[in-house]
């Protein structure tokens, strides 16, 4: 962007000496007759094309790019604060100044043109009519511009760049005097201008004269070349009589026009930022910020390290909290859940207890079952308790059982569901004493 304002800026200024260099050849193309009327509002039309176009290219670039660029670095920052510093950007701003300087040197030509065309010989008054046209156009659009100066300066923003304001404050009173200088000649010419403007008075361009002197002497380093000129458009206003229309002076600030070739030169990769948030280069601008002339506050890269410090803390843990309701009630699930197990693992058996209520030394047999008993869930897989204890009864017995048999002849079988046990002898007469021998097995093993 810096880049096309500093071409829109160097194509001002052609136009300028452009425009100065063919007004002699225009008016000697000029044909004062009746036969050539329309021939020679087409010449006159032609002759200010180039300029209109390069005001609509600076209008429809403010438009589309720059409006939509800084609207989205304020959605930016909006959503992202600690990520995208609030910018002050000033390009819509500057891109307004040239608009203005279009405008004046388009009027400052049409109305040299119509003085020039106003003194021409035309028995049909041809000539005269485009003339007067034109002048009355300059009176019109010098009223309009007035008040677009006056609404750029109420911009909040406008306050940060002083060089901007001071010149756009001096384009304020160029207009003015275009008004002034129009108003008298229409009035001379016999059609006097019958609308109330109560833009342009004595009060007003003493307040606007004041406004650039504080300005000058608020910001001496980006303004000082300006005050050569509110004298020249003071000494303007003093000498002007309604007599003869008055010479617009032309602003002169070397130091914009600086400025604007340094944006041509832009180099990336050194952004930076001053007091009033103002991003600019520090390689291309090792003096301070072009705008005001402050020096730098924070690099870019400092801005976002400082930033990420605390990088979204307030958002992240409010949608944290309003999200974990539910885990929350999960994680309390999870946590109790541990310390009951702990819990009753801890605790003895009521039935280790019960069966051992004398606190007598228990066999190897009776601590194998209590411990299996303590192992066992009370619920398995929707099986009630009784069964599952049956279930373990059952496989202490297979496993006592199938220990070596010191008698022989005798084996035990469980077979079917959960709680069934089905025990096949070998031999029917020998039942009880094979018992005996299993039990006598056992304890010798312990």
């Avoid at 300028?16 to 006159?44: F, S």
């Avoid at 010098?142 to 940060?160: E, M, P």
């Avoid at 002007?240 to 602003?251: C, M, N, R, T, W």
């Avoid at 539910?326 to 819990?343: A, F, G, R, W, Y």
Wanted: net charge negative; with cysteine; aromatic share 6%.
């Amino acid at each position: 962007m810096g880049r096309r304002i500093a071409s829109f800026a160097a194509a001002v200024d052609m136009q300028r000496k452009q425009l100065d260099q063919t007004l002699e050849m225009c008016i000697k193309e000029i044909r004062p007759n009746p036969l050539a009327a329309k021939a020679n509002a087409g010449l006159v039309l032609r002759r200010n094309q180039e300029i209109l176009d390069l005001q609509k290219n600076i209008i429809s670039f403010r438009s589309n790019v720059v409006d939509r660029f800084q609207s989205s670095m304020m959605t930016l920052h909006g959503n992202f604060p600690y990520v995208i510093p609030s910018y002050n950007l000033g390009f819509h701003l500057h891109l307004d100044v040239l608009e203005f300087r279009v405008v004046v040197v388009r009027l400052s030509d049409a109305l040299r043109l119509s003085n020039q065309l106003l003194s021409l010989p035309d028995p049909s008054f041809g000539v005269q009519r485009l003339g007067l046209k034109i002048l009355q156009f300059v009176y019109k659009e010098s009223i309009s511009c007035v008040r677009y100066c006056q609404g750029a300066l109420d911009n909040a923003l406008t306050d940060t760049y002083p060089s901007l304001e001071a010149e756009i404050k001096l384009q304020q009173l160029q207009f003015m005097l275009f008004v002034k200088s129009t108003r008298a000649q229409l009035s001379e010419l016999g059609h006097p201008v019958d609308d109330d403007c109560t833009d342009v008075d004595d009060e007003t361009v003493r307040a606007g004269l004041d406004a650039v002197t504080a300005i000058c002497r608020r910001s001496p380093g980006t303004c000082a070349l300006l005050m050569a000129t509110a004298q020249d458009i003071i000494m303007a206003f003093e000498r002007f009589d309604g007599s003869k229309p008055p010479s617009i002076p032309e602003i002169k600030n070397d130091y914009t026009r600086k400025i604007e070739n340094l944006w041509r030169r832009h180099q990336l990769g050194s952004l930076t930022m001053c007091h009033q948030s103002h991003p600019y280069s520090a390689t291309t601008f090792s003096d301070g910020c072009p705008n005001c002339g402050k020096q730098a506050q924070l690099s870019g890269d400092e801005i976002f390290r400082e930033s990420g410090k605390h990088l979204f803390e307030n958002q992240f843990l409010q949608f944290m909290h309003s999200k974990s309701g539910k885990s929350q009630k999960l994680e309390h699930l999870d946590l109790e859940s541990p310390k009951s197990t702990m819990q009753s693992a801890e605790e003895p058996d009521s039935e280790e207890i019960a069966a051992n209520p004398g606190g007598t030394e228990s066999t190897d047999e009776e601590r194998f079952l209590g411990a299996m008993r303590r192992a066992l869930p009370q619920i398995d897989g929707g099986v009630p308790s009784n069964a599952v204890k049956l279930s373990s009864e059952a496989a202490v017995c297979q496993k006592a059982a199938t220990k070596e048999d010191v008698g022989g002849g005798m084996k035990t079988k469980l077979e079917g569901g959960i709680g069934s046990q089905q025990p096949i002898p070998a031999e029917p007469q020998n039942e009880l004493a094979m018992e005996e021998k299993s039990l006598v097995a056992v304890r010798k093993d312990g």
